[in-house]
């Protein structure tokens, strides 16, 4: 496995990441020994780094893992949507209970816009600090969607780390394209900062031209490690083959580039709107009483079903 430094923050992650978000209750749905399981033989592959979110759900996930892998050989960078000191602490202290852990290495805010995000967001931050300084957290970040989201935290030197959306179609980027995104990322990295993209597939999107995703992923020098979402043993071998330029065999080039996902909403969807005004990428919307998706738009993260009260939607 190819290891990099994670800008400045003194962190060794693996250039492939663990996305856990799809083997979550927001997407496959394994039980946590059944994710732990996969963690286990990701690292046993050489995989380090862990990328999860409170809004996730696999902490207990990651927590198993770390009763079968030793805490010190895993990076586990998280996320949450604080805004002040108490959700701050609670958020925290809910991603080290639940993990079973003492410290997170990363910990980030999730989906910040822009330089105006930030700021609504600077108690939180400040609580964050103020945990690093104890070593409770390692390093600090944001996760973004927008290039903005980027621009911003080169104004913010206590932002070690971005976490953006990367793919060579721009696909899920709010705000520009995929060059002014490169253009707004080498920027960060020459000060110094660490970036691990997320979505290099689109959320499965890209499936249909999947070498051509890792070719453009591995051919960007700005990004120390890239979160892939792991479902299954073959995706972790296909994922940990390409990065290091290893051979694949057809059948598993096939198993892997023919999964094709989607977002599905089921029958008993009472057309409420919490999904619709949920979802950034503006892929869902009400017509004759249920939310249905632009399929186009849609990057199959799931988080509309966080807030779905009916829990009829789904990524399969």
Same mark, same amino acid.
């Given at each position: 496995?190819?290891?990099?430094?994670?800008?400045?923050?003194?962190?060794?992650?693996?250039?492939?990441?663990?996305?856990?978000?799809?083997?979550?209750?927001?997407?496959?749905?394994?039980?946590?020994?059944?994710?732990?399981?996969?963690?286990?033989?990701?690292?046993?592959?050489?995989?380090?780094?862990?990328?999860?979110?409170?809004?996730?759900?696999?902490?207990?996930?990651?927590?198993?893992?770390?009763?079968?892998?030793?805490?010190?050989?895993?990076?586990?960078?998280?996320?949450?949507?604080?805004?002040?000191?108490?959700?701050?602490?609670?958020?925290?202290?809910?991603?080290?209970?639940?993990?079973?852990?003492?410290?997170?290495?990363?910990?980030?805010?999730?989906?910040?816009?822009?330089?105006?995000?930030?700021?609504?967001?600077?108690?939180?931050?400040?609580?964050?600090?103020?945990?690093?300084?104890?070593?409770?957290?390692?390093?600090?970040?944001?996760?973004?969607?927008?290039?903005?989201?980027?621009?911003?935290?080169?104004?913010?030197?206590? #932002?070690?780390?971005?976490? =953006?959306?990367?793919?060579? &179609?721009? *696909? @899920?980027?709010? %705000?520009?394209?995929?060059?002014?995104?490169?253009?707004?990322?080498?920027?960060?990295?020459?000060?110094?900062?660490? #970036?691990?993209?997320?979505? =290099?597939?689109?959320?499965? &999107?890209? *499936? @249909?031209?999947? %070498?051509?995703?890792?070719?453009?992923?591995?051919?960007?020098?700005?990004?120390?490690?890239?979160?892939?979402?792991?479902?299954?043993?073959?995706?972790?071998?296909?994922?940990? &083959?390409?990065?290091?330029?290893?051979?694949?065999?057809?059948?598993?080039?096939?198993?892997?580039?023919?999964?094709?996902?989607?977002?599905?909403?089921?029958?008993?969807?009472?057309?409420?709107?919490?999904?619709?005004?949920?979802?950034?990428?503006?892929?869902?919307?009400?017509?004759?009483?249920?939310?249905?998706?632009?399929?186009?738009?849609?990057?199959?993260?799931?988080?509309?079903?966080?807030?779905?009260?009916?829990?009829?939607?789904?990524?399969?």
């Amino acid at each position: 496995m190819i290891y990099n430094d994670l800008g400045n923050t003194g962190i060794k992650v693996s250039k492939l990441g663990f996305g856990s978000l799809t083997m979550g209750p927001l997407q496959r749905n394994l039980s946590a020994f059944e994710g732990a399981s996969l963690i286990e033989y990701a690292f046993s592959r050489g995989v380090n780094f862990i990328d999860t979110a409170e809004l996730y759900e696999t902490y207990a996930h990651i927590g198993e893992a770390l009763k079968r892998i030793p805490r010190e050989h895993l990076v586990i960078a998280s996320k949450c949507y604080a805004y002040s000191k108490e959700t701050a602490l609670t958020s925290f202290e809910k991603a080290l209970n639940e993990l079973g852990t003492d410290y997170i290495d990363l910990f980030m805010l999730h989906e910040q816009m822009d330089e105006w995000t930030i700021k609504g967001h600077y108690e939180a931050i400040e609580t964050f600090l103020g945990l690093k300084s104890k070593g409770l957290i390692k390093a600090f970040g944001i996760s973004t969607h927008y290039i903005s989201g980027v621009k911003a935290a080169l104004k913010y030197p206590e #932002i070690e780390v971005v976490h =953006p959306i990367t793919n060579r &179609n721009g *696909l @899920g980027i709010q %705000d520009g394209s995929r060059v002014e995104m490169e253009a707004a990322l080498r920027a960060f990295k020459a000060r110094g900062g660490g #970036i691990f993209g997320m979505k =290099p597939l689109g959320g499965g &999107n890209l *499936l @249909g031209n999947i %070498d051509e995703c890792f070719d453009y992923i591995l051919s960007q020098p700005y990004l120390d490690a890239i979160a892939f979402g792991m479902q299954s043993i073959e995706e972790i071998d296909y994922n940990v &083959n390409r990065v290091m330029g290893l051979p694949i065999e057809d059948s598993l080039r096939i198993k892997v580039s023919t999964t094709e996902k989607a977002l599905q909403i089921a029958d008993w969807c009472m057309g409420c709107g919490a999904c619709v005004k949920k979802c950034d990428h503006k892929a869902l919307m009400l017509s004759g009483g249920k939310a249905i998706v632009d399929r186009s738009k849609c990057v199959l993260c799931g988080y509309c079903s966080s807030v779905c009260p009916e829990f009829c939607i789904k990524v399969y």
